[in-house]
Nanobody, 122 residues
Framework: QVQVAESGGGLVQAGESLTLSCVAS????????MGWYRQAPGKERELVAS??????EYGEAVKGRFTIAREIGKNTAYLHMNRLKPEDTAVYYC?????????????????WGQGTQVTVSS
């Protein structure tokens, strides 16, 4: 089992920056990826950014403004959010996905944090 905990949300003004942190603890496998997702009221949850090793992926809405980073050898990921906009307002969730390669294929295990609120005022 893996526990995922986010922190760092809050209320900021448009144009300001904010950094979120995510820590995964417990039974961690070698193969894993950490990611940030967000969900605004009335909208579906969407990918913000993910990181596996040095490979990163970003949602179109945040490219060029947000940066995801991960401490080497640690199960801690950060989301540095710059030039925030009111439309970035959402609950931000951290997802920890890990997998094992079994004789009959890959077996995935997915864990989510409880979410942290980010509110950007105009």
């Amino acid at each position: 089992q893996v526990q995922v905990a986010e922190s760092g949300g809050g209320l900021v003004q448009a144009g300001e920056s904010l950094t979120l942190s995510c820590v995964a603890s417990g039974s961690i496998f070698f193969h894993n990826v950490m990611g940030w997702y967000r969900q605004a009221p009335g909208k579906e949850r969407e990918l913000v950014a993910s990181i596996r090793g040095i490979d990163t992926e970003y949602g179109e809405a945040v490219k060029g403004r947000f940066t995801i980073a991960r401490e080497i050898g640690k199960n801690t990921a950060y989301l540095h959010m710059n030039r925030l906009k009111p439309e970035d307002t959402a609950v931000y969730y951290c997802k920890f996905l890990q997998w094992r390669i079994m004789a009959d294929g890959r077996r995935d295990y997915e864990y989510w944090g409880q979410g942290t609120q980010v509110t950007v005022s105009s």
